[in-house]
Each structure stands twice: as structure tokens, then as C-alpha cells.
């Protein structure tokens, strides 16, 4: 339990978490399961941070497509009628 590797492990959180990618936060949340020089509650903290990340990623993408779904209805309705 260093604290330079907690330090490295926490810049790679805020990496990951700068990167934006599912397949990033993911495959690092995988990582600090095996990572045994972590403390539980370290492990934890930053798993958290990982999971709100994948969390608000899901959120934006949901929000997107309700306002691309949104578009494309105004798009079609000018006027009151369907185009």
C-alpha cells in the first residue's frame, strides 16, 4: 500500500474518467478488483468514482438520443403536418 501507487491509480481513474469510454472505466474497474497493493477502502473510493463515470456516460448517451429522436420529430412536422 504506497502511496505512489495510490497516486498512479488515481491519475489513472482521472484519466479514464477525462477519456469518457465504457470500455476504459470498465476494464480499470476490473483492474482494481486484483489489485491487492490497494486498501479496501481506497479500492473502493475509486471503483465509485469508476461506476458514477460509467453512470453519467449511460446518462449522456440517453439524453442524445432523446434529443436526436427529438430532431428528427420536429423535422418531420412542419406546420402541423407530417412532411
Do not use: W
Not at 37 to 45: A, G, K, T, V
Amino acid at each position: 500500500m504506497s502511496r505512489e501507487h495510490d497516486a498512479q491509480v488515481a491519475d489513472r481513474v482521472e484519466a479514464a474518467l477525462k477519456e469518457n469510454t465504457i470500455i476504459g472505466m470498465n476494464t480499470l474497474l476490473c483492474e482494481l478488483s486484483e489489485d491487492a497493493e490497494l486498501s479496501q477502502p481506497f479500492r473502493f473510493e475509486q471503483q465509485m468514482r469508476l461506476r458514477h463515470g460509467v453512470y453519467q456516460h449511460g446518462q449522456e448517451i440517453g439524453q442524445r438520443k432523446k434529443n436526436e429522436a427529438e430532431r428528427r420529430r420536429q423535422q418531420l412536422i412542419r406546420g402541423g403536418i407530417i412532411v
